[in-house]
């Protein structure tokens, strides 16, 4: 089964937590900046890494956005580029945008030019820790916005014996990138297989959604 790829704009804190996480866990990973150094940095990790100014559609243009099932822009303070990358990233058939706000002017304008989802990433620290003090089932948690995460988790007890596609988890707003089994990752799981109980997912939703994982 094909891997999921995602592109990463913007390689400061973020951006670069966002990259690796996404290649540790099996993902493809594109990863563009305009510094030569956080480009070198990080080519090792991730499928490919591009320096390119992210302001300049035509250079976005030229690195083959198409095939991409999601693409994250992680440009705080530099609203023009943020904008231009999620313009460029939608008019390529980009499915989901999540676009990283500066501040709140900043997310609005990048909700008019089509960003799928608006975060601010600074809001959110401490959660995390929260998160996983509170709930031993919450193996690792980003917190990506006040709303919305990446986790770890281990098999939620309602899941063992059913299939990723029985569970139908993306109608929960729930989307499954990877089991791990042990330490080997596999990305884009079998939907067909039964869940056990010694398994763990990373999943990315909503945090209403994640919390309900395991109400039942």
Same mark, same amino acid.
């Given at each position: 089964?094909? *891997?999921?790829? +995602?592109?990463? +704009?913007?390689?400061?804190?973020?951006?670069? #937590?966002?990259?690796?996480?996404?290649?540790?866990? %099996?993902?493809?990973? @594109?990863?563009?900046?305009?510094?030569?150094?956080?480009?070198?940095?990080?080519?090792?990790?991730?499928?490919? &890494?591009?320096?390119?100014?992210?302001?300049?559609?035509?250079?976005?243009?030229? @690195?083959?956005?198409?095939? !991409?099932? %999601?693409?994250?822009?992680?440009?705080?303070?530099? !609203?023009?580029? /943020?904008?231009? &990358?999620?313009?460029?990233? *939608?008019?390529? %058939?980009?499915?989901?945008?999540?676009?990283?706000?500066?501040?709140?002017?900043? %997310?609005?304008?990048?909700? *008019?030019?089509? &960003?799928? *989802?608006?975060?601010?990433?600074?809001?959110?620290?401490?959660?995390?820790? &929260?998160?996983?003090?509170?709930?031993?089932?919450?193996?690792?948690?980003?917190?990506?916005?006040? /709303?919305? #995460?990446?986790?770890?988790?281990?098999?939620?007890?309602?899941?063992?014996?059913?299939? @990723?596609?029985?569970?139908?988890?993306?109608?929960?707003?729930?989307?499954?990138?990877?089991?791990?089994?042990?330490?080997?990752?596999?990305?884009?799981?079998?939907?067909?297989r039964s869940a056990q109980v010694d398994d763990t997912y990373i999943i990315l939703g909503e945090n209403e959604a994640?919390e309900k994982l395991y109400s039942n």
């Open positions: 089964m094909a *891997k999921k790829e +995602f592109a990463v +704009f913007g390689l400061g804190e973020f951006g670069r #937590s966002v990259a690796l996480t996404l290649a540790k866990n %099996g993902c493809q990973v @594109l990863a563009v900046d305009w510094k030569v150094e956080k480009v070198q940095d990080i080519a090792d990790y991730v499928t490919h &890494a591009f320096r390119a100014d992210v302001s300049d559609a035509e250079a976005l243009r030229s @690195l083959g956005l198409h095939n !991409l099932d %999601g693409a994250i822009i992680a440009i705080g303070e530099n !609203l023009e580029a /943020s904008i231009m &990358a999620t313009i460029v990233t *939608k008019e390529c %058939g980009v499915p989901y945008v999540l676009a990283k706000a500066h501040n709140d002017i900043h %997310g609005m304008v990048l909700q *008019k030019v089509g &960003a799928d *989802k608006v975060i601010f990433p600074e809001r959110a620290m401490g959660v995390r820790t &929260a998160r996983n003090i509170i709930s031993g089932n919450f193996i690792d948690t980003m917190e990506l916005s006040n /709303s919305f #995460s990446m986790v770890e988790v281990v098999t939620p007890q309602n899941w063992i014996g059913k299939s @990723l596609r029985q569970l139908d988890l993306r109608s929960f707003g729930l989307n499954v990138i990877a089991r791990k089994d042990g330490e080997r990752i596999i990305p884009t799981p079998d939907p067909d994640l």
